[in-house]
């Protein structure tokens, strides 16, 4: 399997270039065949089976989308069928519109059917808690990471979201957080999203192909889980909107 972390150099703020570390070791540890890369913004894209976009400010997110639009291989890649993981700024770059920080519109990719626009709510900022909903293979799953985004995501009717918010934004629509569509999934959780929620790297993993995994021992990322939703849900988790700078 091929896992590509794309442009690393302006979807790297973050943190979520380890969601690619955590795919490859997840691979090697079970002895399976996989290589990963990551590919700064002025290359080419190569062929992958994965492929994983993370956060990041505005304007390096503008320049994100023209590329990956202009990106023939990326293309190709995701008509035949690869699969994407994007966070955050990645997610709204593959939604059909996004907003950068002088307010205007920029065209996504289209690639889930939703749009993204900057409401008057405060920043979003803080942990984020999700119940994954409608989702098999990873149901009932409760997903932990933090999110920083000035933006909102609404889903178009035929959009999956990937769960409900239990605590924080998300999408900030309809209390649900992240979009499955077809082979792109895209999410608000940072964390890194796949070292905090081991069960959806392995989702990823099959969905990109890697067959049936077998079991790993993940109690150090569950017990850091479980003491972040303990957190978030207490109701300690407050002063959650608004001072981030990072956009
Ligand atoms: N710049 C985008 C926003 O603020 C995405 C931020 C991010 O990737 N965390 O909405």
Not at 10 to 39: F, K, P, Q, W
Request: charged share 20%; glycine share 14%; proline share 3%.
């Amino acid at each position: 399997m091929r896992i590509v972390t794309v442009y690393p150099d302006l979807l790297g703020t973050y943190g979520d270039a380890g969601n690619g570390i955590i795919l490859e070791r997840r691979m090697s540890r079970r002895g399976l065949d996989v290589e990963h890369v990551g590919v700064d913004s002025h290359g080419t894209l190569p062929r992958a089976d994965l492929y994983v976009l993370g956060g990041g400010e505005d304007g390096p997110q503008g320049l994100a989308a023209e590329r990956l639009g202009n990106d023939a291989t990326f293309q190709l890649a995701v008509a035949e069928g690869a699969l994407v993981f994007a966070v955050c700024a990645g997610y709204q770059i593959l939604t059909r519109s996004f907003v950068v920080m002088d307010g205007t519109s920029r065209p996504g990719l289209g690639l889930i059917p939703a749009e993204t626009i900057r409401s008057e709510a405060a920043r979003a900022v803080g942990e984020l808690v999700v119940s994954v909903e409608g989702i098999a293979g990873i149901e009932g799953v409760v997903l932990s990471g933090f999110e920083n985004h000035g933006s909102r995501t609404q889903l178009d009717a035929n959009v999956t979201a990937l769960g409900k918010v239990m605590a924080g934004i998300g999408n900030g629509t309809e209390g649900c957080e992240g979009a499955v569509y077809e082979r792109c999934i895209g999410t608000y959780l940072h964390g890194p999203a796949l070292a905090r929620n081991p069960e959806l790297a392995d989702w990823l993993l099959v969905q990109a192909g890697a067959g049936s995994l077998a079991p790993l021992d993940d109690s150090r990322s569950l017990d850091l889980r479980e003491e972040r939703i303990t957190w978030a849900l207490s109701g300690k988790a407050n002063g959650r909107e608004g001072s981030a700078h990072s956009r």
